[in-house]
């Protein structure tokens, strides 16, 4: 009982350090090409309003830290509440149409229907109903993220083997300890497949959504940048938006690895 | 099944075996897929205690019986399934009978203690008291020093030893494996068959065993079916009046070669079946 087998002893560590590893390579791959574009800037002498040096951009946000601070944390609030509102929404709605096929057949359709709105149409309407508030911004994130989530925890529900189901059966399981025991955790890669595809989405809706009115966040810099014709300024958005869509996927991953540590997809 | 003291053997005496409550009782069990017919009139009685082995070629309906004992599928109208001297429908046995289907099945998400306990939380029982119970399993199965592997982290046979001790957790006085060391090649499957034989005399459960390979069928069991080609019946029934505890070296002992040249001509026959011109 006490004999565990050599190699376990150093492994949490090894699986720590594996996990930080893909962060840390992709941290110095962006340093690297920072720095190739910026020695091409100067080389190339490119003028700051085509493409200014990075060096500038990161000067740029360092002159006014808190009102980039600020937006990072406002349009990162807006995406995290729509986003879990929306993957809590379409893993629940999702388990609830691999169960209920009354459901599935009447509400599924209205679902995709929903998703044939564009979000600029959809963003203007949500905008008229909540304001220029935080809700309204996480209602688009939630349109945008719980159609992938529940297409894909259906799917997930349903990829389970027979067999094994079977096996269950046989121990004299009922529907709902199949779900719990089987399906669900079956369903779980697939699942994390959706949420990473749908915080990029989110991200995106949530600085879109911002451009009807907002007063700070991510999309109202950029706006700002825009009509002031200032490069620099569009560009420091660009790099904080993508610097919290690379946070929000690598929280999804970290929690993916630890969630679906037996390897169920790697895609 | 030594209950009563042993006798000459007559008319009589097969009587009162017939009425000596077998724990499985088949008679005429029929099944049909569509326009398959898998199970063609299946008669089987199995008594309390004993190892009876099933050989057949490959197509036969050798699972199919199996997903009918085990209460996954319903026998065609006709046939008479009787569990501990009842009639019962083949979905009252689901949670009856403790079932290894052909490949492991294990939850990659549960390491092995957890997977060995599933039977036992479906039941209901206390998971803290079904872990130790399990954990005090390990040795006899194997896997002392596996509790907390993951199945991605073992190999093909101790997978299958996982699914073995899974089933021998969920207590029932009838086994059903099927074909569970058709995987393994053969040092480790004939390791593991001592080793079953082993086991089951700690347990003494009834057992039911499906293998394709026939020394196996006579290594282990008490009793060795032979069934026919599509559509299953059984088609030859022997004894196996050897020892027990069965040692490696049985195998070469004239009986047992005798007996193996019986089985073989039997299933010989029934593969023909499958491969000759009126085969489906
Ligand atoms: N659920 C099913 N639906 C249709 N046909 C089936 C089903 N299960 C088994 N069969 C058919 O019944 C026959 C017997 O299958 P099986 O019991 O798995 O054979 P064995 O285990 O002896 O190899 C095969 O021809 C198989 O195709
Ligand atoms: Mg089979």
Known sequence: ?267 | MMTRPQTDFTAAEAAMTDTAEPILDLRTLSKTFGEVKALNGVDLKVQPGEFVTVVGPSGCGKSTLFNIVSGLEEPDSGSVLRFEGRSVMARDLLGKVSFMPQRDLLLAWRNVIDNAILPLEIEGANRAEARREAERMLPEFGLAGFAKQYPHELSGGMRQRVALMRTFMFKRDLMLLDEPFGALDALTRAMMQRWLLDVWSEHRRTVLFITHDVDEAIFLGDRVLVMTARPGAIKLERKVDLPRPRGADLVTSPEFIALKRDLLDAIEEESMKTFGPNAH
Not at chain 1, 39 to 65: C, D, H, K, Q
Not at chain 1, 147 to 155: A, D, H, K
Not at chain 1, 234 to 248: E, R
Request: charged share 15%.
């Open chain 1, 1 to 267: 009982m006490t004999a565990v087998p050599a190699p376990a002893g150093s492994f949490p560590a090894a699986r720590r350090f594996g996990a930080v590893l893909p962060l840390l390579r992709g941290v110095l791959a962006l340093a690297a090409v920072l720095a190739a574009v910026e020695l091409i800037v100067i080389a190339l002498g490119i003028r700051p309003y085509v493409l200014p040096r990075p060096s500038a951009v990161f000067e740029a946000i360092l002159r006014t830290p808190a009102a980039y601070r600020d937006a990072i944390i406002r349009t990162g609030l807006e995406t995290l509440y729509g986003f879990a509102a929306g993957a809590l929404f379409g893993i629940g709605i999702g388990i609830a149409f691999s169960r209920l096929r009354f459901l599935r057949e009447t509400v599924f359709p209205i679902f995709i229907v929903s998703q044939t709105i564009p979000v600029i149409a959809f963003g203007a309407l949500v905008v008229m109903w909540f304001g220029n508030t935080i809700l309204a911004k996480s209602v688009i994130v939630f349109y945008l993220t719980f159609f992938p989530v529940t297409v894909n925890t259906l799917l997930g529900m349903r990829a389970v083997d027979q067999k094994q189901v079977q096996l269950l059966k046989s121990f004299g399981a009922s529907e709902g300890e199949i779900l719990r025991k089987l399906r669900f955790p079956t369903a779980l890669p697939h699942i994390f497949v959706a949420l990473r595809i749908s915080s990029a989405l989110g991200l995106a809706g949530a600085v879109v959504g911002e451009w009807f009115g907002d007063t700070t966040g991510l999309g109202v810099l950029l706006l700002q940048g825009m009509y002031a014709e200032n490069m620099v300024a569009i560009w420091a958005s660009v790099f904080c938006s993508a610097l919290l869509g690379v946070a929000l996927f690598s929280a999804i991953g970290f929690a993916e690895r630890r969630i679906v540590f037996w390897g169920g997809s790697d895609a």
